[in-house]
């Protein structure tokens, strides 16, 4: 096991050290094996009127099988949207908790289960609430901004909430109404915002054990070999890796780009478990891995969350038999973090108008 911890330097506002589990080990499937399960899984979903919602980031068995089900496969916040909309009474939902919470936000009168409870994300176990709230007091200027990947508490205690994808016409829209910037948990994303916009920013000091790990100087090195590969990034790496890409921009914005850009090749900085959509829409394209290697690198993650490995058909098929591992949010708290999520969602909409 490997652990982070950082240090809010402009406070004494120390936020909990995160351990980063090992990757499980599933038991291998035969083909056999994978379609039984697979198909039980099915029944079960029809049995308790559900449908599953998969993260780009999870196993690629997973994502098929959602599709494949009548379900998605998407960000975190379609999968809370598609959820919303669609009429099965049972929400299960393969990613990490902060999606499953956002998923009862938004659905809080359906029963929202997920394949582990504990499967969690170093951004959102970075940022707990009393901490965060007494960061948030010190500065009553600042517009709170938090990112999709926190938990309900934060999120209520929040003015916006942002995605990837959205974060900068966000922020740009804020940065022209004069406002100043709390910013929380990625310290990378949030300063790539700051880059795009000159907006006022505080950060809340978390980052993403996966996106971290990119290295630039082993990037270049791979880049030499592939001069004609487009280069990928999120913008949770950190600004070495950033500079260096031909796009940076969300889980569905380097889909896209694989699939509209002429390259033939790509390098993408990002969980590798997304490989499995972009194969679905390029499957021409090669695609590569940005280095985990090098000066620095602990490997902490070598491009796979270990949280969201926790999701497996095996689990998947035990929840949705006993029922078991439903997220639970009061509706008062959900009320309240819902405000700054339709908040976001109606400038989304405003913008395509």
């Not at 205690?157 to 940065?175: E, F, M, N, Q, Y």
């Not at 915002?193 to 270049?220: D, I, K, Y």
């Not at 031909?246 to 896209?256: F, K, Q």
């Not at 694989?258 to 972009?278: C, G, H, L, Y």
């Given at each position: 096991?490997?652990?982070?911890?950082?240090?809010?330097?402009?406070?004494?506002?120390?936020?909990?050290?995160?351990?980063?589990?090992?990757?499980?080990?599933?038991?291998?499937?035969?083909?056999e094996?994978?379609h039984?399960?697979?198909?039980?899984?099915?029944?079960?979903?029809?049995?308790?009127?559900?449908?599953?919602?998969?993260?780009?980031?999870?196993?690629?068995?997973?994502?098929?099988?959602?599709?494949?089900?009548?379900?998605?496969?998407?960000?975190?916040?379609?999968?809370?949207?598609?959820?919303?909309?669609?009429?099965?009474?049972?929400?299960?939902?393969?990613?990490?908790?902060?999606?499953?919470?956002?998923?009862?936000?938004?659905?809080?009168?359906?029963?929202?289960?997920?394949?582990?409870?504990?499967?969690?994300?170093?951004?959102?176990?970075?940022?707990?609430?009393?901490?965060?709230?007494?960061?948030?007091?010190?500065?009553?200027?600042?517009?709170?901004?938090?990112?999709a990947?926190?938990?309900?508490?934060?999120?209520?205690?929040?003015?916006?909430?942002?995605?990837?994808?959205?974060?900068?016409?966000?922020?740009?829209?804020?940065?022209?109404k004069?406002?100043?910037?709390?910013?929380?948990?990625?310290?990378?994303?949030?300063?790539?915002?700051?880059?795009?916009?000159?907006?006022?920013?505080?950060?809340?000091?978390?980052?993403?054990?996966?996106?971290?790990?990119?290295?630039?100087?082993?990037?270049?090195?791979?880049?030499?070999?592939?001069?004609?590969?487009?280069?990928?990034?999120?913008?949770?790496?950190?600004?070495?890796?950033?500079?260096?890409a031909?796009?940076?921009?969300?889980?569905?914005?380097?889909?896209?780009a694989?699939?509209?850009?002429?390259?033939?090749?790509?390098?993408?900085?990002?969980?590798?478990?997304?490989?499995?959509?972009?194969?679905?829409?390029?499957?021409d394209?090669?695609?590569?891995?940005?280095?985990?290697?090098?000066?620095?690198?602990?490997?902490?993650?070598?491009?796979?969350?270990?949280?969201?490995?926790?999701?497996?058909?095996?689990?998947?098929?035990?929840?949705?038999?006993?029922?078991?591992?439903?997220?639970?949010?009061?509706?008062?708290?959900?009320?309240?973090?819902?405000?700054?999520?339709?908040?976001?969602?109606?400038?989304?909409?405003?913008?395509?108008?």
């Open positions: 096991m490997n652990t982070t911890s950082n240090k809010y330097s402009k406070a004494s506002i120390e936020i909990p050290t995160v351990t980063v589990p090992a990757h499980p080990q599933w038991p291998v499937l035969s083909p094996e994978e039984d399960l697979k198909e039980k899984i099915k029944t079960l979903l029809k049995r308790e009127n559900g449908v599953l919602v998969a993260h780009y980031y999870t196993q690629g068995v997973l994502q098929d099988l959602a599709e494949e089900s009548g379900g998605c496969v998407a960000d975190s916040l379609e999968m809370a949207r598609f959820g919303k909309e669609h009429s099965a009474k049972t929400l299960v939902v393969a990613g990490v908790r902060f999606m499953g919470e956002t998923s009862k936000i938004l659905s809080i009168d359906k029963r929202v289960l997920m394949p582990d409870l504990k499967a969690t994300c170093s951004l959102d176990e970075g940022c707990p609430y009393d901490a965060f709230n007494d960061f948030c007091n010190n500065h009553p200027d600042h517009t709170v901004v938090v990112y990947n926190t938990s309900a508490a934060v999120k209520a205690r929040a003015d916006w909430v942002v995605t990837s994808g959205i974060a900068l016409p966000i922020i740009k829209h804020l940065a022209e004069g406002e100043k910037v709390l910013w929380a948990p990625d310290k990378h994303l949030g300063r790539y915002v700051q880059n795009q916009t000159g907006v006022e920013m505080l950060f809340w000091p978390g980052s993403c054990v996966v996106h971290e790990e990119f290295r630039s100087v082993a990037l270049q090195r791979l880049q030499k070999l592939h001069p004609g590969a487009a280069v990928l990034v999120h913008p949770e790496s950190t600004e070495s890796v950033v500079a260096q031909d796009v940076v921009g969300s889980t569905t914005a380097l889909i896209e694989v699939a509209t850009m002429p390259n033939k090749e790509f390098i993408i900085a990002t969980d590798a478990s997304i490989f499995n959509k972009m194969r679905q829409v390029a499957p394209k090669i695609l590569m891995e940005a280095p985990t290697v090098g000066e620095g690198a602990t490997c902490q993650s070598c491009a796979n969350c270990p949280w969201m490995g926790m999701n497996s058909l095996h689990n998947l098929a035990e929840i949705l038999e006993q029922g078991t591992n439903e997220i639970h949010i009061s509706k008062e708290l959900a009320e309240k973090a819902k405000i700054p999520i339709i908040r976001m969602l109606d400038f989304a909409k405003n913008m395509k108008k």
